[in-house]
């Protein structure tokens, strides 16, 4: 990857990471390898980006988010212990050089989890995190659509070094299968740019995408 010019990378962890035993059904080793991903990371020179992918009672009901059954469940009575798991690993990683930003949970989904729910959260997450490093940057991630992503700028703007993250997929959609891959590459050039400058503002937090 350093060879091709890549500078970081984004790795997903579920929150057992923060555990030890791990819970069942869960695989054992996971913080092994994501200390694995910072040594690999320092001696050749990239970036680290940690990502809680999956959350205890789930953000999604998606098999992403470490459920089985599909059922959605996140809210406020999860906050405490998620936010628990983001100052495991602020704690473990603040001072290595290597971290490059924390993401404090991947694609919330409306209409299950609400905003004011996710900002108290995402409020909670930031200082846990501050508690260990004033340059790591902190994603919050929208709930799946830039509507979300526009409402958050408010609340994101007083924070120090603040991304909003904002998937956007050309896959679940068959007007995506009709097109060959250089349609596909435009669309994103084209259609994709004009989306994320629709809820950019000037010196407001920075997205990724």
Known sequence: MSANGL?????????????????????HGSLKVLDNAFTWAEKYGMKVIVDLHAIQASQNGNVLSGTRDGYQEWG???????????????????K????????????????????????KYYQAGYHAV???????????SSRLGPADAKELLSYASPLNRVVID???YNLFSDSFKSM??????DYI??????????????NGPEFCW
């Not at 406020?76 to 603040?94: E, H």
């Open 7 to 27: 500078n970081a990378v984004r790795v997903p962890v579920g929150w057992w990471i923060a555990s030890d035993p791990t819970p069942k059904p869960f695989v």
């Open 76 to 94: 406020d009575s999860n906050i405490q212990d998620t936010v628990a798991v983001i100052d495991f690993i602020a704690a473990r990683y603040a």
């Open 96 to 119: 290595n050089p290597s971290l490059a930003a924390i993401e404090l949970m991947n694609e919330p989904m409306a209409p299950g989890i609400n905003l004011d729910t996710l900002k």
């Open 130 to 140: 501050r508690k260990y490093t004033q340059s790591a940057y902190m994603i919050l």
């Open 166 to 168: 904002v998937h956007y």
């Open 180 to 185: 060959n891959p250089q349609q596909n590459i």
């Open 189 to 202: 050039y084209n259609q994709r740019s004009g989306d994320l400058s629709a809820v950019t503002t000037a």
